[in-house]
């Protein structure tokens, strides 16, 4: 690294709490699909925020919504109405048919405010005795980093030392459908679930796992959370990943990509039941669904949508994926994925993944470690098929490289 790039990341390390351990390059420029850092280096981004740059580093039609809003007017509270908030509950809930939305900040927010909607909905539809309502999660879940979200995760670095924890959640494997079935009580609201698990290692569940989830829930008057945070708004090939099994949630969580990477938004899509049971005062946020948020976020839908981006993704997400199955390495343990929703699974004797991840970075790819032994790859959803081979032939020679 260079003096500069050193002076970036000791500062950094010396007035941050040290909760990330990024990889060793400041960026401070991005275009499309390509980042630059303070050197001039450029480089494919394969990350694309966590997917919250799914359109693009500042892409120019966003940008000039969020600069018009800015000089306009950019926050009022919910104490007063705007004139971009109920353009943008009509367009988002024309694109996904939801009854109602509940518009966030962060995707943890989203979380925390579907959790609080369908304990209530519970107790004041269901019936649920009082304090006494149940919500199913899947081990390896990654909804989030708030205290309540934290307390059932699986991960041990997530909840050491955080506790205590909430009570109310039953934790049964991601892609089991009986385990779900067995786990059910007259008091479960709800069962919160990844379509696909990113944070996980890009886990899918088996083929139909989904309908049979939908069904169980249906039958037993449980509502079905989608947390599409991560897959939602094009990621996987389609709009809603839900649309790869053909079922419908009756609550989705969006977020990142809904503001193309320029500001925090999240929104909580539901049935009339669900949102329907909140009244004034009962929940809110100072940020959520202000005048520069919601015209951010139309404009981030519009373009996802006008420009072919889902379409894109499916086809260069086949193309990726199709390209990295190709690779004969002895280090691949697995590849999978869905739309540019990507992994590479190592095989342990490889050694970790973040090393390869750093040798990307020599040859001009960022990509993730996730979970010791997985690259994830996601870049964002206007990548050319160029770009793709392009990226193809550097993991090839990544994945075959000799680390002894």
Request: hydrophobic letters at 40%; glycine letters at 10%; proline letters at 5%.
């Amino acid at each position: 690294m260079s003096a500069s790039v050193i002076d970036f990341v000791a500062t950094e390390a010396r007035f941050g709490a040290h909760n990330y351990e990024p990889i060793g390059v400041v960026l401070s420029r991005g275009e499309g699909v390509w980042v630059w850092d303070t050197e001039g280096n450029r480089y494919l981004d394969c990350l694309s925020a966590y997917s919250a740059v799914s359109q693009g580093h500042c892409h120019p039609k966003i940008l000039a919504a969020m600069v018009e809003q800015a000089h306009r007017l950019t926050l009022t509270s919910r104490a007063f109405h705007n004139d971009q908030l109920a353009p943008f509950y009509e367009e988002i809930a024309a694109l996904t048919g939801s009854h109602k939305v509940l518009p966030m900040n962060s995707g943890a927010e989203a979380v925390e405010s579907a959790i609080k909607s369908v304990r209530k909905w519970g107790y004041e539809v269901k019936g649920v005795p009082d304090g006494q309502a149940e919500i199913i999660v899947c081990a390896n879940n990654f909804h989030g980093r708030t205290l309540g979200i934290v307390g059932f995760s699986t991960d041990p670095d997530t909840r050491t030392h955080f506790g205590p924890f909430a009570p109310g959640f039953k934790i049964i494997p991601f892609g089991d459908a009986t385990a779900l079935a067995e786990a059910i009580t007259p008091n479960t609201v709800a069962f919160l679930v990844e379509p696909i698990q990113g944070e996980a290692g890009v886990i899918l569940p088996p083929a139909g796992y989904f309908a049979e989830v939908r069904e169980l829930c249906t039958t037993n008057n449980v509502m079905l959370v989608l947390d599409e945070i991560q897959t939602g708004l094009g990621r996987t090939g389609k709009l809603l990943a839900e649309q790869h099994e053909g079922i419908e949630a009756d609550v989705t969580l969006l977020g990142k990509a809904l503001s193309g990477g320029f500001y925090p938004v999240s929104a909580v899509l539901s049935n009339n039941d669900v949102l329907g049971t909140l009244r004034p005062g009962q929940h809110g946020s100072t940020f959520g669904g202000n005048p520069l948020a919601c015209a951010v976020a139309r404009a981030a839908l519009r373009v996802l949508t006008e420009e072919g981006m889902i379409e894109n993704a499916a086809r260069q997400g086949a193309r990726f994926l199709e390209g990295l199955k190709d690779i004969r390495a002895n280090t691949i343990r697995e590849v999978r994925g869905r739309g540019l929703m990507l992994a590479v699974e190592l095989h342990p004797e490889a050694g970790r993944a973040r090393r390869y991840c750093e040798a990307l970075q020599s040859k001009g790819i960022l990509a993730k470690d996730t979970h010791e032994q997985t690259i994830r790859i996601a870049p964002p959803l206007v990548i050319t098929s160029d770009e793709v081979d392009w990226a193809l032939e550097r993991l090839a020679t990544t994945l075959t490289q000799d680390f002894s």
